[in-house]
Structure formats: C-alpha cells, structure tokens
C-alpha cells in the first residue's frame, strides 16, 4: 500500500514508519512526504531515507482550497492509497477530508475522545487521570475526530510534567502507529456505522 505522510515538524513517527517499511514483510510503503512547513526536521529524515518529498507551503497560497488542491494533486500524482498525518499542524476542510474518507488516519497523543486539540498531555495533567495514551483514528472533518484504530496506553506518574508524560507517550506512538497502517495495509481494519472492525486485534500495549 502507498503512503503518503504529511508533517510539518519533527517526524519522529514519519521516522517509525520509514522504520516499519524497511523490513521485507512490511504491507506499506512511503511514495511521498509532504511538509507544510519549510525546513520541517522531519523532511531530513525522508531525504536520508531516500524517499520523494514536497513541501507545500499553505502562506504560499490565496485560500486554503488552493493549498489544498495543490496537496490533494500531489498525493495522487505519487499515487497515494493512504494518508498518514504524523504531526501536520492544519485542520483540513470537508472537503479534501471527505475525498479521503477511511483513506486518512492520524495519531493524537491522548486517548480519544478526551483531550482532544493542543496541549493534551497539559490537560491529562490538569484533569488529573492517572493513565493517558495515543490514538489512531481515520480523519473525519471535526478536529480529532473519527473511527479509533489502535490506542496505546501509559501511566501518568507522580511527578510529571507536559514533557515527560509526552515522552513516555510517545514512544507507545512510535508502536501503534506502524501497526495501525499493517492492519489497514492487510486488510484487517474496515469502518463500519463509524467504529473500525479489526480481524486479530493486536493486544493493546499496557494493557495486562
Ligand atoms: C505527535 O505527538 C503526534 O501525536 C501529534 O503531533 C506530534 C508529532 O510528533 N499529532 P512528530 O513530528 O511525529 O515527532
């Protein structure tokens, strides 16, 4: 299956999915990385890879339909069946979404439908919950919204702060990422009346 991932920062779950795609028995593999952001660090990591980028500037544009035709036009140009926002800091309108219906997932660090937007290992800390996570879900219009695929989750711990709690959550993304495109990739995933079917659901990590 071809990706197609859209950053506009660090890339470290690009980079968990370059990883992913390296081994042999992988489903997927990247045809393009796109970058809103000039300069993204996570672009050094597609070049070292090898893979094709583009950045697509949105200030370059008069209206968001022509940033977003400019992307709608690249991923079909590389021949895109899926997209993997990892880290793309803008909300995408109906339109582009619904093109892509169950054909684009994201990750959110937190366990949806709580904490959704900016800021969510802030808003763990302040709600006070003692566990916390990341999903991935298929995009729909709404900003973290959609069918949930995989969630990971880890223990808030005393003495945390936003950076830690994010670090310790990260590191589960770098994980249910790859798997949650395995599963789409295999076949293994479907939506169905807005929840995703799984065939062989993968034991979710930290969880006994
Ligand atoms: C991750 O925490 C992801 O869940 C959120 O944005 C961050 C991107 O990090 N959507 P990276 O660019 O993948 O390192």
């Known amino acids: 299956?071809?990706?197609?991932?859209?950053?506009?920062g660090r890339g470290s779950n690009l980079q968990a999915l370059i990883d992913a795609c390296a081994a042999s028995d992988y489903p997927a593999q990247i045809a393009v990385v796109i970058s809103n952001t000039p300069g993204a660090a996570g672009l050094a990591r597609a070049e070292a890879a090898g893979l094709a980028t583009a950045v697509i500037d949105h200030r370059a544009f008069a209206t968001k339909a022509e940033f977003e035709d400019a992307l709608n036009?690249?991923?079909?140009?590389?021949?895109?069946?899926?997209?993997?926002?990892?880290?793309?800091?803008?909300?995408?309108?109906?339109?582009?979404?619904?093109?892509?219906?169950?054909?684009?997932?994201?990750?959110?660090?937190?366990?949806?439908?709580?904490?959704?937007?900016?800021?969510?290992?802030?808003?763990?800390?302040?709600?006070g919950v003692r566990v916390h996570g990341c999903t991935v879900h298929f995009v729909r219009p709404e900003m973290d919204h959609g069918p949930i695929l995989l969630q990971a989750v880890v223990p808030v711990l005393g003495g945390d702060d936003p950076e830690r709690l994010a670090a310790r959550v990260l590191t589960q993304e770098h994980v249910i990422y790859p798997q949650a495109v395995r599963l789409i990739a295999e076949g293994r995933a479907r939506v169905a009346g807005e929840r995703v079917e799984i065939d062989d659901l993968p034991q979710p990590p930290g969880l006994l």
Request: hydrophobic share 50%; aromatic share 4%.
């Open 73 to 127: 036009d690249a991923l079909l140009d590389h021949g895109v069946e899926l997209v993997c926002l990892a880290g793309f800091m803008r909300l995408l309108s109906p339109s582009l979404v619904e093109k892509w219906r169950d054909r684009m997932i994201n990750i959110h660090p937190s366990l949806l439908p709580a904490f959704r937007g900016l800021d969510s290992h802030a808003k763990a800390l302040a709600a």
């Open 1 to 8: 299956m071809r990706l197609g991932v859209l950053i506009s």
